[in-house]
């Protein structure tokens, strides 16, 4: 993962090792936002960009939850948990 990652939001180019733009704050990484339950561990598998749900889980994914991911903002989330 060697990549410059380019911010969603802004587009500002930040550091490959970078977590969150520098400029906006916005998170850079389309990290899974299951936290893990008694039965689960915490899911730490990063998403591509466009994914709306973790691929692991099927827990939304930072980017969804920021607003990021475009043509998903009709899907109501059904989990009712809150941390
Ligand atoms: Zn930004
Ligand atoms: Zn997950």
């Not at 969150?20 to 561990?41: E, Q, S, Y």
């Not at 099927?58 to 990021?68: R, S």
Request: aromatic share 8%; hydrophobic share 25%.
């Amino acid at each position: 993962m060697a990549d410059p990652r380019t911010c969603i939001r802004c587009k500002h180019q930040g550091e490959p090792t970078d977590k969150f733009c520098v400029r906006c704050a916005a998170p850079l990484i389309n990290n899974c936002t299951h936290k893990g339950d008694i039965f689960t561990k915490k899911c730490e598998r990063v998403n591509r960009e466009d994914a709306a749900f973790c691929s692991g889980c099927g827990a939304p994914t930072v980017f969804h939850k920021e607003g990021f991911v475009q043509g998903y903002s009709n899907v109501q989330v059904t989990s009712t948990r809150r941390p």
